[in-house]
């Protein structure tokens, strides 16, 4: 039975997830940046991270090539920041501020946990790479703070 790609989406996007923004350097030492939700841990021993790229993305061989990248994973406040990283535009770093993680990459630390990976292994998936990462440094708000979250196609508060 083949299954229609709307309809999918519509399921799996029921699984209310946070929102993150994976950032890495190009060939050239570019600053490479996309919104992504398909972020999760893996593995506690050694920690591991993982994110899935669209293989069709203009920033795939970035990321496919790269040997760290950093996950952002933002606030509730940083709707505007994630809409920005989630279209295709040589302009997307233009005005944002930033600095960056001791692996090089660009990191928001105004975001609730920045953290800092050494890409670990690839995998295919579908019309997707999996990036795994081992984490090698993070931080984090300690105290009360509000995730960006994404539920049924759009962005979500909790509640």
């Not at 069709?56 to 090539?65: H, L, Q, R, T």
């Not at 302009?91 to 946990?113: L, M, Q, R």
Request: aromatic residues 10%; negative net charge; hydrophobic residues 35%.
């Amino acid at each position: 039975m083949a299954i229609d790609q709307r309809e999918y989406r519509n399921a799996v996007g029921c699984f209310a997830t946070g929102v993150t923004i994976v950032t890495t350097l190009d060939h050239d030492g570019g600053k490479v940046g996309i919104t992504a939700n398909s972020f999760t841990s893996l593995s506690l021993d050694p920690p591991l991270v993982l994110f899935c790229v669209d293989a069709k993305i203009n920033s795939f061989e970035a990321f496919e090539s790269c040997r760290h990248f950093n996950i952002n994973i933002l606030r509730e406040d940083q709707m505007e920041l994630s809409n920005n990283f989630a279209r295709s535009s040589d302009e997307k770093w233009d005005g944002i501020e930033h600095g960056y993680g001791e692996n090089g990459c660009p990191a928001f630390s105004s975001s609730v946990a920045v953290l800092e990976c050494d890409k670990h292994a690839m995998y295919e998936g579908g019309d997707h790479l999996i990036m795994v990462g081992e984490v090698t440094r993070m931080d984090y708000v300690d105290g009360e703070c509000r995730p960006l979250l994404y539920y049924k196609g759009s962005y979500a508060n909790l509640s």
